[in-house]
């Protein structure tokens, strides 16, 4: 025997287990948050070729973006929508459990300048 089983029957003995369900939503969650880029855009079928095409740059130019460390915001808005996402920026405050919404630059899509409407 080669030592290997099949995911579905791991994933089976799991769910078995008194809180397994939990734990392998909590797993998979984990593991969405820390997806990259490359994944992404497999998982919407797209070649590097075809979504350098979408933002006219180089197919090396979307390689080179997939690798790095540190991208600008911009960028990764411009990659993220020509995949069909849209990217969403959150201030996560630890010690207070807090989520807040982060805008940059464009207006928030609805929000009224309710400076001038007062």
Excluded: C, W
């Excluded at 003995?13 to 392998?24: F, T």
């Excluded at 969650?29 to 490359?38: G, K, Q, Y």
């Excluded at 933002?55 to 915001?73: C, G, P, Y």
Aim: hydrophobic letters at 45%; proline letters at 3%.
């Amino acid at each position: 025997m080669s030592g290997h089983q099949k995911f579905s029957k791991l994933r089976d003995k799991v769910l078995a287990r008194p809180g397994g369900a939990e734990a392998l939503a909590e797993a998979k969650a984990a593991a969405l948050e820390e997806i990259r880029l490359f994944e992404l855009r497999h998982a919407e079928a797209l070649s590097q070729a075809e979504v350098a095409g979408r933002l006219e740059v180089t197919q090396s130019a979307i390689s080179k973006l997939e690798r790095a460390d540190d991208v600008r915001v911009s960028t990764l808005r411009d990659y993220l929508e020509a995949i069909g996402a849209r990217l969403e920026l959150v201030a996560v405050f630890d010690d207070e459990e807090r989520r807040v919404p982060v805008h940059l630059g464009k207006e928030p899509v609805g929000a009224g300048n309710s400076a001038a409407e007062a």
